[in-house]
Structure formats: C-alpha cells, structure tokens
C-alpha cells in the first residue's frame, strides 16, 4: 500500500510539473495579439486552445474589424493568459507585374545643393547665409505658394538684389528665411542653389483595387537622387510603358531596365509613401483576382515574383523567400528574397533596378513586393509586406472618407 502512495504521489507530481511547464511555456511564448482572416480559425497546436470571451469592437458594415478578448487554456482547463484577436476579412485584390511611367511633381521646391555665386568682389555664398540646407523644400516665395522652380528662378533674377522671403520645410519643421540673391559676374542675379520640381522614373505596378479604383506600384517612396529623401507630392500623372531592354545586373553593379512612357495614362498619383506610390485608375483593370496574404501567413521557402523585362509582359519567376521579418519596423524591408530562376538570372543577373514593385506570390496569395537589390549579390533583395502596402491604400481612403464627412 505504501509504495501504491508513493507511485501515485510521483505521479501527480509528474502531472502538475508537466501542466505546470506547460502553463508557463504557454504564457511566455505564446501571443498576446494575434491577426487571422473570416475564414480562419486560432490553432495553437494540440496542448492550447482559444476561447473568445467578449467582443470588444463590432465589425463594421463590410464585415471586417472584429477584435474579440479570448483567453488561452491548456489541455482545455487549466489558463493559460489572455489574447487578443484581431479578424479581418479576407482582401482581394488584381495583380499587377506589368511596368508604368511615374511623372511625379512635388509639393514645394527641393534644395538639392548648395554653391557659390562669383562676384566681382569674389566669391559669395547666399544660401548658405540664408541658412538653406541640402533637403529644405522651400513652400512659399514672398507669401506666394512656390509651384515651380521656375518660379523661385524668376523671382531671383527679378530681385534686383533685394532679399526674398522664403518659408522652408525642414524635417517637419517650418522655418521664415531671407534670402538676398547676388550679382553674377555673368550677369543676373544668382542665388547660390540648385533644386529641383519633379521626377520621372519606371517602376512596377504591384496590385490594382477595382473596388476603390486604386492601384499600388514600387513598395517604396520615390526619393530625390541627391538628397536621398522622399519627395513630397504635389500632383502627378501614371502611364504605360514599354520595356525596350535592359542592363544586366552584376556584383557591385545593379542594372535597370530601360524603358519608355506611352500615350497610355493609366490614372493620376494619390500620394508619394515610404511604401510605394499610390494613385487613382482612370478605369478598371482586368487582371487575376488573388487573396491578399496577412503578415503571419509569409513563410520561408519557395515563392515566386511577377515582372516584366521585355515585351512578352509580366511573367512568373521562382524566387525563395528566405528571410522573413514579421514584426520589422522597416516599411519596406520585411523579407529577404533570392532570385532562383535560372532563365532570369541568366537574363538579367537577378535583380534590377524597375522591378520594384513586382507582386510576390506564395501559396496563390500576393504576400508582398520587390522593393531593394543587393548590391554585392543581385540575386537577392529586399521585400514589403503586401499587406502593409493595403493598408496604407485603406489610410488614404479612410482620410478621404473623413474629410468628406
């Protein structure tokens, strides 16, 4: 009997350490949050389960939005901690692949280098005694809005010397400067900068949304050469182009393609984001419709990524995702991809510069787009998050939403 006891005693000792290192892996390890779709379900494995508890926030009228307060158990008794989760319905969207024509104006003037003016009392350096710097955007001349670097061209030859008021933007911040250009010993009156108005670049389109006429391209903002920054958008028009050929990628060099804009407006630019370039279609695309993969559903392994790189149009190519970031800060560098295409590596050398944007696919789900290149080894680069890019597409119309209230 006595060692019965004891048998029994080390048994239920065994039984409370195991749910005890079960109860306490769980509650260090597992979630506090967690995003799935409609159509999914919470599956932590065999040892824990989901129970939702209350609805917190209803779904909104599409039937998206629902976060209910959940609690997690072991073996179905014993708690575990609380949870959070978050469904959503499950987006669609129309792929795209296929390149386009930026022409992009911005929002002010760029400042993109600093110089001197020669005098013919020597070298004078009015920008800089301005206090411009390399970056400011210069919004207003003399209260007038600055549309144009013609604009600031003409104001400074037309100066007579007199100092102009200029109202900058410099990292958020507003700033009142006088700015007195010189006379040239070429004559006219110089002001010791040079800017910059717009840009015009190809990049590929990434998705269309048919249900809010909208279309997302590049993963990533469309920067200024010179200062690096993401040039602030005024307006701007998308169009089709046409790749007529490409420079090959190789170590230490990365290629591009080379292409050239057509008659073909495709729709004018929303907005100029650090996820990519985002606009209104003219009208709708008829392209494959395919799910929209939520951030937690990336994996490692095999995928493959839709461009473009001559006139047979956008293609499928294998690639392997092998890195995946999933709570990265990095907007646009939420995976790590290599090209295993021999066909493409072959062609192109892996990746080049205007296959930003190219759709990545995996289990039949959009999950993300091409947005960098190594430089030392092109056959890798970095990738954005499909879902991050939709949601900056849902921020615009959710803000236009509000100012129509």
Same mark, same amino acid.
Do not use: H
């Given at each position: 009997m006595k060692r019965f006891f004891k048998a029994v005693s080390a048994a239920l000792f065994v039984l409370c350490a195991a749910v005890y290192g079960f109860v306490a892996y769980g509650a260090s390890s597992l979630p506090d949050e967690i995003c799935i779709t409609e159509d999914?379900? +919470?599956? /932590? #494995?065999?040892?824990?389960?989901?129970q939702t508890v209350e609805t917190v926030q209803a779904a909104s009228s599409d039937g998206s939005g629902r976060v209910c307060k959940s609690k997690i158990t072991a073996l179905k008794l014993f708690p575990v901690k609380d949870m959070t989760v978050n469904v959503s319905k499950r987006r669609y969207v129309s792929l795209g692949g296929d390149v386009f024509g930026i022409k992009l104006y911005t929002k002010g003037i760029i400042v993109v280098s600093v110089d001197s003016v020669t005098t013919r009392n020597g070298s004078v350096d009015p920008a800089s005694a301005a206090g411009l710097k390399c970056g400011d955007l210069i919004t207003h001349i003399n209260g007038k809005a600055a549309l144009s670097s013609q604009q600031l061209t003409d104001? +400074?030859?037309?100066?007579? %010397?007199?100092a102009l008021r200029l109202r900058i933007n410099r990292e958020g911040e *507003? /700033?009142?400067l006088n700015l007195k250009p010189a006379l040239s010993v070429n004559g006219g009156y110089?002001? %010791?900068?040079? +800017?910059?108005?717009?840009s015009a670049g190809i990049g590929t389109v990434t998705f269309y949304d048919n249900a809010s006429g909208m279309f997302a391209g590049l993963g990533h903002g469309v920067c200024?050469?010179?200062t690096g920054k993401i040039m602030p958008l005024n307006n701007g028009e998308a169009v089709k182009a046409k790749v007529n050929g490409f420079y090959k990628s190789s170590a230490g060099n990365p290629g591009e393609l080379c292409g050239v804009f057509t008659d073909a407006a495709l729709g004018s630019l929303r907005v100029n984001h650090e *996820? =990519?370039?985002? #606009?209104?279609l003219l009208k709708p695309i008829e392209a494959k419709t395919v799910p929209v993969a939520l951030e937690s559903e990336v994996r490692v392994g095999k995928a493959q990524v839709i461009t473009t790189i001559d006139d047979s =149009?956008?293609?499928?190519y294998d690639i392997e995702i092998i890195k995946v970031y999933p709570s990265s800060d990095l907007s646009t560098r939420n995976m790590i991809i290599k090209v295993t295409d021999k066909e493409l590596l072959e062609k192109t050398g892996g990746i080049v510069q205007g296959m930003s944007g190219s759709p990545i696919i995996q289990n039949s789900m959009l999950v993300g787009a091409v947005t960098h290149v190594?430089?030392?080894? *092109?056959?890798? %680069?970095? %990738?954005?998050?499909?879902?991050r890019m939709l949601d900056t597409m849902d921020n615009l119309k959710n803000a236009e939403q509000a100012l129509a209230s």
């Open positions: 999914e379900s +919470v599956n /932590l #494995g065999e040892i824990y389960s989901v104001s +400074v030859e037309q100066s007579q %010397g007199k *507003t /700033l009142e110089k002001a %010791g900068i040079w +800017v910059r108005d717009s200024d050469v010179d *996820t =990519g370039i985002f #606009g209104d =149009g956008p293609q499928y190594f430089i030392n080894s *092109t056959d890798q %680069g970095y %990738g954005i998050f499909a879902a």
